[in-house]
């Protein structure tokens, strides 16, 4: 669906603002990343000539290509980075207010609750620049919760 459908509900500061969040973090910014000067001499070493159009690097750095190394869907602009549906699921069946408000229906319609694994789909040392995944250290920093109360 894109970030611009979720945004619909989940701009709001009363939801939380997890559009915005997102926005600020270093997944909305995965794509760009793809375009740097690093970016290029990383890919020169896997054989890749431009990382912005190769799969073997869209694969984690964008949700268009949703872990693979071909396209999977059209309606995400590649430029999105890693949003939303890369972590919870692709959301044409559980992004409907009804099913939404019901978690076990929305699970049902494919909404994924993510964990660590998760995370991991993509920070592992597949990745060229992989360091360490630290899940506690990691989530802190782009954490994006409903407000409570
Ligand atoms: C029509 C409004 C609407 C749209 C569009 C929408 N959501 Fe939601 N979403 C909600 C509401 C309402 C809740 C209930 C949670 C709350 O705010 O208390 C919710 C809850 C969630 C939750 C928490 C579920 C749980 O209980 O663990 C996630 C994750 C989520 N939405 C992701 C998304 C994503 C990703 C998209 C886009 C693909 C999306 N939503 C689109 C309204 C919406
Ligand atoms: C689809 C692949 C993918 C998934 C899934 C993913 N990430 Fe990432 N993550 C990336 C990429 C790519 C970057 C680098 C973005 C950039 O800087 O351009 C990144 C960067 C980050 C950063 C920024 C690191 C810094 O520089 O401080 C944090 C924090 C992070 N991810 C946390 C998480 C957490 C927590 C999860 C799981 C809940 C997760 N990621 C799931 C691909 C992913
Ligand atoms: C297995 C998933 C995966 C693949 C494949 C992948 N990346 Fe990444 N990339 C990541 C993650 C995750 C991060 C963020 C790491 C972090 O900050 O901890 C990242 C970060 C980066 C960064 C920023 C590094 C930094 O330290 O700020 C560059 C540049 C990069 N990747 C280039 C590439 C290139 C070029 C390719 C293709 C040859 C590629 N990546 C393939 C997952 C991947
Ligand atoms: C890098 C992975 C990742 C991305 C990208 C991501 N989320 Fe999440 N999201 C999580 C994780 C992990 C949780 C916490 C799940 C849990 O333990 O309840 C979460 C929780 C949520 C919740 C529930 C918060 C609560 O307090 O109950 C909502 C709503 C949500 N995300 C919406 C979104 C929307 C909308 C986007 C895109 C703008 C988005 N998320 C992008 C990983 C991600």
Redesign the pocket.
Known sequence: MGSTKCAICHKKPEQGEQVRIWQES?HAK?FE??G?P???A??AQ?G?EN?QT?G??L???STAYGFTEAVVTAAIPVEEGVSCESCHGPGKDYMKKSVMEDEAAAVEAGLVVPDEKTCQ????P????????NYAE?WEKIKHPVPQG
């Not at 597949?126 to 995944?133: L, N, Q, R, V």
């Open positions: 270093g995965a990343t793809l740097t690093e970016a290029k990383q890919g896997k890749v990382p190769d073997k690097c694969k984690c750095h789909k993509c920070h592992n597949e990745a060229p620049t992989f360091k360490s995944f990691y």
